[in-house]
């Protein structure tokens, strides 16, 4: 790595934890506003919960295509394009009329975020160095929740001023604004004679992908995971307001105060975590450690019914999420760390992701029922529990050995 790379990379690392940010401000931009936005389509909780999945239809859909393109064209302009398709698609939310043109519109959303996280992880394998991986994906995985924090704070001062749709409009702007400067500023790094030409993975390489345990360990981790994330940053709002009786700011402030506090506290778990497990240990699989214990803590979460009053639910909520995110930071190094050929990080992330994302899509379809029939959120928050703590000593057990697509 040349000096000027040296120092460019850190501009590529700001950009994408920008990316996140604006991607996750997007997205809580529909949880804030999902009370006003419900009662103004006349929503059940159950359509809410439709409504709350509806981007990741064609999220998971197009998680492996788009990183194929991905691996093919590089970072530059599928990044460009994926966050200026999502931001007119935000705008284009703020614009509609009924429910399903609302529904289309976060459909559209779905489509342009799908290679978000394939654009991250090709950043962090081509631009930063191996020993550095866990902290800087962590890191940068903090901007989900900066922006889950941004966009809740913000959307509830917005929706009571200016209504939910203005939200929409101004959000959908800041992306544009990204999308054009990452286009101006960053540049695919240049390939050496002795790289192989970039192909798209094929079906067997795929298969070879679930003989593998490492990888089969991974998955298990990112799917409990982002079950868990895509409750959280559907129905947090709408749960303290339903529990504490709090008004749309008053959720607002308290959803936003839990994310900041977990990303603060992911990014110093996440770096002590690190430190303990390769001081004496160079080897890639014990970043499993860091992962199970991380997912295992974030399985607090379950412990949220025997509470009813705000400053116990918001640190129960702020620490699981600490838990969460620095999981979710290990687990997706590790990824990078294991697989052998490190030119299909974008794609494998893709299979990763449709995988886990098409069960993450069901976490709030599955609340608003759960929500509907029994009142509260009591059996979705044990589920997550054991699933959490199942994961991590999957984790344990699995990740061994190198990642081989062959």
Known sequence: MNKAAG????????MIFLMYVISYGD???????????????????????????????????????????????????????????????????????????????????????????????????????PHERGTVMTILLTGMQIGLAGGTIAGAYLIAKVGWRFEFMALGAIGLVWALAWWLLYRNPAKTAAQ??????????????????????????????????FLLMSWVPF??????????????????????LGAVGAVILGRIAEHIVFRKHADPSHRRFIVAFCIIGSAMIGVLPFFHQETPILIVLSLSLCCLIAANGANTAMLADMLQ?????????????????????????????IVSYTGNFNMAWYSCSVALVLAGLISLLTVRKPIVMA
């Open 27 to 129: 997205r809580a931009a529909l949880s804030i506003s999902l009370p006003a936005l419900g009662q103004e389509f006349s929503l059940s909780s159950v359509q809410m919960g439709w409504v709350s999945s509806s981007f990741l239809w064609s999220y998971f859909l197009l998680n492996l295509p788009s990183t194929i393109l991905l691996d093919l064209v590089g970072a530059r302009l599928v990044g460009s394009l994926a966050v200026s398709v999502w931001s007119c698609a935000m705008v284009l939310g703020g614009l509609t009329q009924n429910v399903t043109q609302f529904i289309l519109s976060r459909m559209l959303l779905g489509v342009g975020e799908a290679p978000t996280f394939g654009v991250g992880a090709t950043i962090v394998r081509n631009w930063a160095k």
């Open 341 to 369: 050929d490190g030119q299909k990080i974008g794609s494998v992330t893709g299979v990763t992701l449709t995988f886990s994302n098409a069960l993450g899509l069901t976490a709030p379809i599955l609340t608003g029922y």
């Open 239 to 260: 749960y303290l307001i339903h529990e504490l009786h709090v008004n749309v700011i008053g959720s607002g402030s308290g959803t936003a105060g839990c994310y900041v």
């Open 7 to 14: 120092s460019s990379r850190y501009i590529f690392f700001i």
């Open 196 to 229: 192989p030409r970039v192909r798209p993975i094929r079906f067997s390489e795929v298969c070879a992908l679930f003989r593998s345990s490492t990888f089969c360990g991974i998955l298990v981790v990112q799917c409990t995971q982002n079950f868990l994330n």
